[in-house]
């Protein structure tokens, strides 16, 4: 996640992709060199998008908290 918040405050789009997931993990892994012996958990690929969406709709504090309470006595 730190990586993904990096590239979006450097402009960058990026994606998680569970790595091993992925019909191609085979095809990274030999491109990349990676050792048989570690597993890809995820790729992240990174790039300038073409086009950036507008300002997104930050949620207010109603709209993402409550307030659980149990009216029970003990």
Do not use: Q
């Amino acid at each position: 996640m730190n990586v993904i918040t990096a590239c979006e405050f450097l402009g960058l789009g990026s994606c998680w992709v569970a790595g091993d997931k992925k019909p191609c993990a085979e095809t990274v892994r030999e491109l990349l060199n990676v050792p048989g012996e570690y597993t890809l958990v995820a790729l992240i690929p990174a790039g300038y998008p073409k086009e950036r969406s507008g300002d997104k709709h930050k949620k207010g504090i109603g709209e993402v908290t409550f307030i659980n309470t149990c009216d029970r006595k003990v």
